[in-house]
């Protein structure tokens, strides 16, 4: 069974750098073909892909955040992380970290991390 966590600070300030962490358990982030991807889902509002970091290492970004995008990873924790720079309160959401097998889609999803922007 493979569980996913995110961790990281639940408040940010506009301007500085949004970065969270999912620790992966019960599976390998280097294992053929999955994507690890971000998602986020602002209050009222529905879920938004952010972009995902793949087996091999390569990076995948939406078009729309790519700009402030950053996805790596840390393969001896099997861990992968977000960073995503200039936030503003547009960027207040639930961040999830989920395991995604494409074409089939995400089959495991972490619990989600509420991450507020605010001064």
């Known amino acids: 069974q493979v569980q996913l966590q995110e961790s990281g600070p639940g408040l940010v300030k506009p301007s500085q750098t949004l970065s969270l962490t999912c620790t992966v358990s019960?599976?390998?982030?280097?294992?053929?073909?999955?994507?690890w991807s971000w998602i986020r889902q602002p209050p009222g509002k529905g879920l938004e892909w952010m972009g995902a970091?793949?087996?091999?290492?390569?990076?995948v970004y939406s078009p729309s955040l790519k700009s402030r995008t950053s996805i790596s990873r840390d393969t001896s924790k099997n861990h992968f992380t977000l960073q995503l720079s200039s936030v503003t309160p547009e960027d207040t959401a639930v961040y999830y970290c989920?395991?995604?097998?494409?074409?089939?889609?995400?089959?495991?999803w972490g619990q989600g991390t509420q991450v507020t922007v605010s001064s």
């Open positions: 989920a395991r995604e097998l494409r074409p089939y889609g995400i089959d495991y």
């Open positions: 019960g599976g390998s982030i280097t294992t053929n073909y999955y994507f």
């Open positions: 970091i793949v087996y091999s290492g390569s990076t």
